[in-house]
């Protein structure tokens, strides 16, 4: 019996060994992991993790960086939690205020440093091109050669959307958060998949109800966006231009001659009301051959939901209001009208 009582202490005390060292492992690991190398630290680091780059590599630079104290930890945790293959490519801010857990969930979810660029509704594509110049994003010709490639099997809205025409129109006016690094390419993307996520299904089912495709209410909503400030001006005059349309008048639309010449006048000149292009809506009936601005909410919605009037004119007075006028003698009587010269 007493061999059996000192065998059982023995199981005990070797139990209690273990369990001990089981959890100052546990605790070291704990410490290595979930702890900061300089909970202190001031300093922040930019950081980029090239494509191909392993944890390995990744270990040892935040090491030398000092924003880990050990590349076998790091390791150790990014395969332990099936994060291996995770880590995504990009520039970060890191710091040894932060955690081993921390760095690694950073780049597993790709929260790499962002610029915020804000393209403005109006602009044409060629606002948008020099805009990302001077953002050092990507050269002019460059974004203008690639908005006339064909996204639409990547985008259905633009399937209706004529193949010999760019993307003039659907890169969406929005603030964006654009990662160092990304390219016209990536830009472009980010832009039509907000426009794709804006147009929404209801949008879209109205659209289809009022037998219109998605390019003609584009084409509607950045002349709008050219035209009118204000969401009520807007849908006023969206229901004077498809009254238009309907009737064959021609849309006579000085924006649309300012997108030829690149001008911006509030009044055209005669002489530029006489431009052969299929963008002269004095020139030729119907819609111009695309979208003349990059439309926001406010324009594609008026053009889809266009407020019903008796009005067939309008013009702009000195106080900034809308004049609407019935008849073309109402339109040149009202002040003040200044005809185009």
């Known amino acids: 019996m007493i061999p059996e009582k000192i065998n059982s202490k023995i199981l005990k005390r070797d139990t209690l060994i273990v369990a001990f060292l089981v959890l100052v492992v546990f605790i070291f690991l704990c410490f290595e992991i979930y702890v900061p190398a300089n909970p202190f630290s001031n300093t922040t680091v930019a950081y980029v993790v090239e494509k191909g780059s392993d944890d390995v590599k990744i270990a040892k630079d935040l090491q030398q960086l000092k924003i880990i104290r050990s590349p076998a930890f790091f390791q150790f945790y990014v395969v332990a939690s099936f994060q291996h293959s995770s880590l995504q490519a990009g520039k970060y801010n890191f710091s040894a205020r932060m955690s081993v857990y921390d760095i690694v969930k950073k780049m597993s979810r790709g929260d790499v440093i962002k610029n915020e660029i804000t393209?403005?509704?109006?602009?044409?594509?060629?606002?948008?091109?020099?805009?990302?110049?001077?953002?050092?994003?990507?050269?002019?010709?460059?974004?203008?050669?690639?908005?006339k490639n064909d996204y639409s099997l990547e985008f259905d809205f633009l399937k209706d959307k004529p193949k010999t025409l760019s993307i003039e129109g659907y890169i969406f006016p929005d603030t964006y958060q654009i990662a160092e690094g990304d390219t016209c390419q990536d830009v472009i993307g980010i832009t039509l998949a907000?426009?794709?996520?804006k147009l929404d299904a209801e949008l879209r089912a109205e659209i289809t109800k009022q037998k219109k495709s998605i390019f003609d209410i584009v084409v509607m909503a950045s002349m709008l966006e050219k035209e009118m400030r204000t969401l009520a001006d807007k849908k006023m005059v969206s229901g004077i231009l498809w009254k238009r349309l309907e009737i064959g008048m021609p849309l006579q639309l000085d924006a649309t001659v300012n997108y030829i010449t690149n001008k911006n006048d509030p009044g055209v000149s005669i002489k530029d009301t006489k431009i052969d292009s299929p963008y002269n809506t004095y020139k030729y009936k119907g819609l111009p051959k695309g979208p003349i601005s990059s439309p926001g909410m406010d324009s594609i919605r008026a053009a889809i939901y266009p407020k019903a009037n008796s009005y067939l004119f309008y013009q702009t007075g000195k106080d900034g209001k809308t004049i609407f006028s019935r008849t073309l003698q109402e339109h040149i009587l009202s002040k003040p009208y200044k005809p185009a010269s």
Do not use: M, T, V
């Not at 907000?194 to 996520?197: I, M, P, V, Y």
């Open 194 to 197: 907000n426009f794709g996520k």
């Open 119 to 147: 393209l403005l509704a109006g602009w044409d594509s060629k606002d948008i091109s020099q805009y990302l110049e001077e953002k050092d994003i990507c050269k002019k010709g460059e974004f203008l050669d690639l908005i």
